[in-house]
């Protein structure tokens, strides 16, 4: 599934279907993981249902799943060119500068001092 072309819910309801795969793949009851996982039943039911929950939630499930280690791959953060850190000044970026809007108004737009 490219998780780009699809809902934010469907993206939910695939991750619950592969975790209770690997539930499944490992023989454990939604009542065992829950214990170990140290959430509720519901809960489990809930992401395997592909519900929203919280993240600590959704880690915890995948701690007892011994599956944790999958979300540090989950995203991968490209290293630093020299070409970036050089332009930073050899600093690495701490915060966005967001897109700039243009000062200028739109061509063909009205502005003070036009009225003559």
Known sequence: M??????????????GRKIE??????????EDLAAVSG??????KNIEGGNSVGSLYLVA????LGEVGSLSR????PPYRP???????????RRASGHRISESPPAGEWKWGDET
Do not use: E, P
């Open 2 to 15: 490219d998780y780009n072309t699809v809902s934010n819910q469907a993206v939910l309801a695939d991750l």
């Open 21 to 30: 795969t690997i539930r499944l793949q490992q023989n454990l009851r939604r």
């Open 39 to 44: 959430v509720s039943k519901g809960t489990v």
């Open 61 to 64: 499930v995948l701690r007892g």
């Open 74 to 77: 989950l995203l991968q953060v």
């Open 83 to 93: 070409v970036d850190l050089k332009a930073g000044g050899g600093k690495r970026r």
